[in-house]
């Protein structure tokens, strides 16, 4: 896992968006023949109206996993074509580096705010291997990353070391923590600023929204101004 697969740098780094905020993690309708596009259109209409600051697209709500390549971006094409001025951001997960790297390309090729993505499930690599996917991902990358921790799902989690390490790249923008062991008030005072975003970013400026909505009660400690939650959605 240490290894890293050789690709072309993106000579690009799109305009930094603030991953503050609510996003909404996306549900993905589904029909007997797969995703339900039209159900989709009028789910992006409704959540337009809500006062959401983004969207998560394919993400774990979202039911990537039960989506080949092809129609996980028919649903990322439906939601830009409905989202407007709403950022969306993409999920990326995979075990494949090579297969990551190019499905990046071809997810970046879209006006996205950035990409969800996750360690290699199942492979559960060490810190060292963890630091070198996530790097090659983000030298690779047009839009900027957030760091997925979902440690039960994958079977490996970021350490604080790791992500205090990860954080001064300039295109890593945000970490979402499924895992429960982000500390936000303490990473907020040690996360190191850099000019990777417009104006340098300070450690307030690095945000860690709580997920998995039980640890998204910890969107209510002071100073904590982000999150991703799921039930939202139910407003639907």
């Given at each position: 896992m240490s290894s890293?697969?050789?690709?072309?740098?993106?000579?690009?780094?799109?305009?930094?968006?603030?991953?503050?905020?609510?996003?909404?993690?996306?549900?993905?309708?589904?029909?007997?023949?797969?995703?339900?596009?039209?159900?989709?259109?009028?789910?992006?209409?409704?959540?337009?109206?809500?006062?959401?600051?983004?969207?998560?697209?394919?993400?774990s709500t979202g039911e990537a996993a039960a989506m080949d390549e092809y129609e996980q971006l028919a649903v990322l094409d439906t939601v830009l074509d409905e989202a407007g001025p709403l950022p969306v951001v993409m999920g990326l997960a995979g075990n494949h580096q090579r297969e990551v790297l190019r499905r990046q390309a071809v997810f970046t090729s879209r006006p996205l705010a950035g990409l969800l993505t996750p360690a290699p499930y199942y492979v559960r690599p060490g810190q060292v291997g963890l630091a070198d996917y996530f790097r090659a991902l983000a030298d690779a990358s047009a839009v900027p990353l957030i760091l997925y921790d979902i440690p039960y799902r994958t079977g490996a989690q970021i350490e604080t070391s790791t992500l205090l390490a990860l954080a001064e790249h300039p295109n890593i923008r945000a970490i979402k923590d499924c895992g429960g062991s982000c500390a936000r008030r303490s990473l907020r005072g040690h996360v190191p600023g850099h000019a990777g975003a417009a104006g340098g970013?300070?450690?307030?400026?690095?945000?860690?929204?709580?997920?998995?909505?039980?640890?998204?009660?910890?969107?209510?400690?002071?100073?904590?101004?982000?999150?991703?939650?799921?039930?939202?959605?139910?407003?639907?």
């Open positions: 890293v697969v050789q690709t072309e740098t993106a000579t690009a780094v799109a305009t930094p968006v603030s991953f503050h905020g609510v996003w909404l993690p996306l549900v993905t309708p589904f029909h007997e023949d797969g995703p339900d596009l039209f159900a989709l259109r009028r789910l992006m209409r409704h959540y337009l109206q809500t006062g959401i600051d983004g969207v998560v697209v394919c993400g970013r300070g450690a307030s400026n690095f945000p860690c929204p709580g997920a998995d909505d039980p640890h998204g009660l910890r969107g209510t400690e002071p100073g904590a101004t982000e999150g991703v939650a799921g039930t939202p959605g139910l407003d639907a």
